[in-house]
């Protein structure tokens, strides 16, 4: 069922954003085939989303189809050494589920917030490990086919995949993820020390999409953002965070064009000041 101009500000971690013209919550592989069938007939854009965690949506909201991969999607299970879940799990879950099953690999993920489909679009990762080289198998749905790569037809680099590349616009269904067997006390010391690590280091008590920047090489974005003297520099309700400056923070009402603005004047201050190009790593949707 469609909903019609629902507020996109509820579905992403940072609460800001305009609407969606059409936003579907599919239930299954075939709700999805439909929707993406829906959308071409009607010849409406098709924007894919997870638990928007990764996402900066501008004021305008997104035209066309908005289709949620999240709660309605969300099983997963485990045979022998594979893990296999729907785009909906959260990653969380399932570096838990994992700990439960004595399997080793995706202790990284414990602290990721959002969902096994976003992570594979983003190759998300953390304190060295990426969901990339785990990825056995994807199941997707592309113009109303449902397929599968194997391990070798997904490739993936830092923060992106083939999902960004040749393969825009494939919503994943399912993943296959391969862990190794471990000792459950290992697996739950390196889990419990990831999530002191970002409890320390990290705004979490803030509205946040996560590391705004990806890491430049040779650099790390927050002391570049620190030395410009840009820690805590503001733009109505968007903040460079006080704790970590890679992560810009929601401060009371904010809109996402404060967000845009201190992102444009953060890559400004650091391309004259180091001569530095700081990409975004959240992705930024919709229109103004
Ligand atoms: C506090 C905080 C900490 C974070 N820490 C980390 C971290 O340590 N490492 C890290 O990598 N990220 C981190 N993130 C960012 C984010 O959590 C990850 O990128 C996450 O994997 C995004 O998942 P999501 O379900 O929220 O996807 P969304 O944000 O909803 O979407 C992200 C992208 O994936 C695409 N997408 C989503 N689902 C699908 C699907 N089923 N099929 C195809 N494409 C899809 C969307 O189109 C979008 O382009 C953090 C975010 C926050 C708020």
């Keep these: 069922m469609f909903l019609k101009d629902y507020p996109l500000s509820k579905v992403t971690s940072l609460g800001v954003g305009g609407p969606a013209d059409f936003f579907i919550q599919p239930k299954s592989t075939h709700e999805v085939v439909q929707a993406q069938n829906f959308s071409a007939e009607k010849g409406l854009p098709l924007t894919i989303i997870g638990y928007g965690t990764n996402l900066l949506i501008r004021d305008g909201g997104i ?5 949620q991969m ?3 999607f969300a099983g997963a299970k485990v045979e022998g050494t594979i893990l296999t879940a729907q785009a909906g799990c959260l990653l969380g879950s399932l570096s838990k589920l994992a700990l439960h099953h004595h399997l080793s690999g995706l202790e990284f993920a414990v602290g990721i917030p959002g969902g096994l489909g976003g992570a ?9 490990g990426e969901i990339g080289p785990l990825i056995r198998s994807i199941q997707y749905v592309q113009n109303g086919q449902p397929g599968t790569w194997n391990r070798d037809e997904f490739y993936f680099s830092y923060r992106s995949s083939r999902l960004q590349g040749d393969a825009k616009g494939a919503i994943v269904t399912q993943a296959e993820l391969e862990l190794t067997p471990g000792e459950p006390c290992d697996i739950f010391q390196k889990m419990d020390d990831f999530q002191n690590q970002r409890r320390s280091k990290q705004p979490l008590e803030y509205p946040s999409a996560g590391s705004t920047f990806k890491r430049p090489p040779g650099h790390y974005v927050g002391p570049l953002i620190e030395k410009a003297g840009l820690k805590g520099f503001r733009i109505g309700g968007a903040q460079v965070s006080t704790k970590h400056a890679g992560f810009i923070i929601k ?5 996402a064009q404060d967000f845009l603005d201190l992102i444009a004047k953060i ?3 650091i391309r004259q000041g180091f001569g530095v190009q700081l990409e975004p ?4 949707l919709g229109e103004d």
């Design 63 to 67: 035209r066309g189809v908005v289709l």
């Design 70 to 72: 999240a709660q309605a």
């Design 120 to 128: 594979a679009f983003m190759n998300a990762g953390a304190y060295g």
């Design 251 to 255: 401060t009371g009402e904010a809109t």
């Design 267 to 269: 890559q400004d201050t």
């Design 281 to 284: 790593e959240i992705r930024i």
